[in-house]
């Protein structure tokens, strides 16, 4: 019998058609890959595990089982804490839009009363910052007056020094000429000249990109292969140590050292420098440093960091642009393109153009519009983000990248409260010779801009800031409690709580700035006033030296309520 054939359809195809499958597969796979690509979704690692014939593979396993629990609690605490945060946010936020609900029903002016207590409460906030400067003046044996190189003199404050050198203590005042990386070579020279006539003066360059233990890892993990010797070297720790360390030993005796200078100028820096290590908190933002800071140096050293001197509103407007700190689209009590609007008119505009690489611009609105479409900054729509570029600007011209000198004045005359024993005075126990020498050789060993590169900048000469007056110069009476601990003061930053009290009190400040403008004093009006009232007590100054009395805070409220006398409290 013959046997049913099972016929099998055959699986053979022709080239031609396998060819074109196969092709297809390729091409539905590539768009898979794009697709993923575009949405940003890598394909995950597989983990290459532990190989099996690997000696220990047992402990190796617990160990990253122990290290996954850990970075998982670490991850759960961090998100307890910002919710928490949030928290507490909503929750003061929830207050101040009961108050401004109860102020609208209320629909009347504040009573006197409540005009009084928030004037205080104002006052109370400002304080806060002004005595946590104060506590540095007042537990510093050696101030340190620290200056940008690249406008000096705009950087002084006549109410710091005379407080200073007026004191009749024995508190010594040093300028520290810092970012002098930033200013050509002959410029600096000319300014190392001229300030040294008055006060010892020390040239300097801090390293900008000082690291702390983490950020060591995390750069030797990524095996960085950028060469950052130029950030991180720092010129003019060792003349500085040393003239520190040698009036220490004429005193005989432990000092303390205090850094004070208008915001960014370089205190948190310097500090960082000398220590090696990034200990205080440093950065492009004005006024980080929002309390007073202790780092041992060594034995018989230590050096405290201050949160920044606040400018007066009374100054220019240039002078508030650039001294004053940057909140809320406001410098001080300017708006922030008015600021950049004075800087602008104080230095060269074919300089800047060139600068920015910018066309030539009839105002500043377009110089902004121009740069913000240039960087990219716009806001929905396209339309440029002026007061976000003019923040960025003005962080700029106090930061760390732009070069720009001014000069220094051609006739040297002396501020009224300083006399010639005043300046010997200031300079007794430092070996002036060596500090000299020792500033030659820093001066030598740095790369400066050429004097064509760098804009050529007018300064508005010395800025007034709002000092506390009787509690700068007195006796260190509450050194021993501010002191903390030496284990902590190496590596701490300000406890999170400080900062959000302090947070939480320039959120008061900047209610009440808006308080008092309801009340109806027009600013410019202000100004007007406060300039008047400037010019006189500089009369007064020129008048009467040291001895005269002195309102040490210009603006209103000081004149009225913290008239200094230095009669009754300095003498
Ligand atoms: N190029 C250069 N930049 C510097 C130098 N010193 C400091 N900077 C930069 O200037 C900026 C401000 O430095 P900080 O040390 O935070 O200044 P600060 O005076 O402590 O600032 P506040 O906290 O506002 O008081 C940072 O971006 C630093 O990197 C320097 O010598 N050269």
Redesign the pocket.
């Known amino acids: 019998m013959k046997r049913p054939r099972l016929r099998k359809a055959s699986k053979r195809l022709s080239c031609h058609k396998r060819y074109k499958i196969q092709k297809k597969i390729r091409e539905h796979h590539r768009k898979v890959r794009r697709e993923a690509k575009k949405r940003g979704r890598k394909k995950p690692k597989k983990d290459p595990s532990v190989p099996g014939a690997a000696p220990f593979k047992e402990a190796l396993l617990r160990e990253a089982e122990q290290r996954r629990q850990r970075l998982e609690e670490l991850q759960q605490k961090q998100k307890l804490d910002r919710q928490k945060e949030l928290e507490k946010r909503r929750k003061l936020d929830a207050k101040k839009n009961a108050a401004k609900i109860e102020e609208q029903t209320e629909g009347t002016e504040p009573t006197k009363s409540e005009a009084n207590t928030k004037e205080v409460l104002h006052k109370k906030s400002k304080k806060s910052l002004h005595s946590e400067l104060e506590k540095v003046i007042e537990a510093s044996d050696v101030i340190l007056e620290?200056l940008d190189?690249r406008d000096p003199m705009g950087c002084r404050c006549p109410q710091l020094e005379q407080a200073i050198t007026c004191s009749g203590g024995d508190k010594k005042l040093v300028l520290v000429l810092?970012?002098?990386?930033?200013v050509p070579k002959e410029n600096l020279e000319k300014w190392l000249d001229c300030l040294k006539k008055e006060f010892p003066t020390v040239a300097?360059?801090?390293?900008?990109?000082t690291t702390d233990r983490t950020m060591r890892e995390h750069f030797s993990r990524k095996r960085a292969r950028i060469d950052l010797s130029r950030n991180t070297e720092?010129f003019g720790s060792e003349c500085l140590l040393k003239l520190l360390q040698e009036h220490c030993r004429t005193q005989d005796k432990a000092i303390q050292v205090g850094?004070v200078?208008?915001?960014?100028?370089?205190?948190?820096?310097?500090i960082?420098?000398i220590k090696k290590n990034r200990v205080?908190?440093?950065?492009?933002?004005?006024?980080?440093?929002?309390c007073m800071q202790v780092v041992r140096i060594d034995k018989k050293m230590k050096m405290l960091?201050?949160?920044?001197i606040v400018a007066d509103r009374a100054n220019s407007t240039l002078t508030l642009a650039l001294r004053s700190?940057i909140d809320d689209g406001r410098s001080g009590s300017i708006d922030v393109v008015e600021a950049v609007d004075a800087v602008l008119n104080h230095c060269s505009k074919q300089q800047v153009m060139m600068f920015y690489s910018i066309p030539d611009f009839r105002n500043t609105e377009e110089f902004l519009t121009l740069l913000a479409q240039k960087r990219g900054m716009l806001k929905k729509g396209g339309v440029p983000d002026i007061e976000n570029i003019a923040k960025l600007l003005l962080s700029d011209w106090?930061?760390?990248?732009i070069s720009y000198h001014s000069q220094p004045p051609g006739s040297q005359m002396l501020p009224p409260y300083l006399t010639e024993d005043k300046i010997a005075e200031m300079q007794k126990g430092f070996n002036l010779k060596k500090l000299e020498e020792e500033n030659n050789t820093t001066v030598q060993a740095l790369k400066y801009p050429s004097p064509a590169s760098s804009i050529v900048f007018q300064s508005a000469g010395m800025t007034n800031g709002k000092i506390q007056e009787n509690k700068v110069v007195g006796e260190a009476s509450q050194w021993e409690s501010l002191e903390t601990s030496e284990e902590e003061e190496e590596d701490d930053f300000m406890e999170t709580d400080e900062q959000d009290s302090m947070a939480e009190e320039e959120e008061e400040e900047e209610e009440d700035v808006k308080e008092e403008s309801k009340i109806g004093m027009t600013r410019k009006a202000e100004l007007g006033k406060q300039q008047a009232r400037q010019a006189t007590s500089e009369n007064k100054l020129a008048e009467s030296g040291c001895d005269s009395s002195l309102s040490l805070s210009l603006d209103k409220s000081a004149g009225e309520d913290d008239a200094y006398d230095f009669n009754t409290d300095y003498v």
């Not at 810092?178 to 930033?182: A, Y």
């Not at 205080?280 to 929002?290: E, P, S, V, W, Y």
């Open positions: 620290v190189a810092n970012k002098i990386d930033l300097f360059k801090s390293s900008t990109l720092c850094l200078g208008f915001p960014n100028v370089g205190k948190s820096s310097i960082n420098s205080c908190n440093a950065g492009l933002g004005r006024g980080l440093t929002k960091d201050s949160p920044s700190i106090t930061g760390a990248k």
